[in-house]
Nanobody, 124 residues
Framework: QLQLVESGGGLVPPGGSLRLSCAAS????????VGWFRQVPGKRREGVSC????????KYARSVKGRFTVSRDSATNTVSLQMNNLRPEDTAVYFC?????????????????WGQGTAVTVSS
């Protein structure tokens, strides 16, 4: 069964950058879509970005477009989220999710496989 593990979270000042990684095991991501989501306590999980690994097609939430970039590394079976120009409102627990979707989606209900999350805090 597909297992996902996120890494790369941490504390960063406003305007800083972080790179999150989502490593998959047991199944190759080549035929999957991978989504990145974030959640703040008491709020709904929000779709941030997604990528369809086979054709590199991507989607971004309006709030992160131009600042975040999603990419894949087939050699390591990993999908990354490069986050630049971070803002305090980007503070959240970030999750990656995967499923056999075409195209990828920013709706959390579309995904069956989830990682455990990694915390991102943007603060001075």
């Amino acid at each position: 069964q597909l297992q996902l593990v996120e890494s790369g979270g941490g504390l960063v000042p406003p305007g800083g950058s972080l790179r999150l990684s989502c490593a998959a095991s047991a199944i190759t991501l080549d035929s999957y879509a991978v989504g990145w989501f974030r959640q703040v306590p008491g709020k709904r999980r929000e779709g941030v970005s997604c990528i369809r690994v086979s054709d590199n097609s991507t989607k971004y939430a309006r709030s992160v477009k131009g600042r975040f970039t999603v990419s894949r590394d087939s050699a390591t079976n990993t999908v990354s989220l490069q986050m630049n120009n971070l803002r305090p409102e980007d503070t959240a627990v970030y999750f990656c999710a995967a499923d056999d979707l075409n195209p990828c989606e920013l709706f959390d209900w579309a995904y069956d496989y989830w990682g455990q999350g990694t915390a991102v805090t943007v603060s001075s």
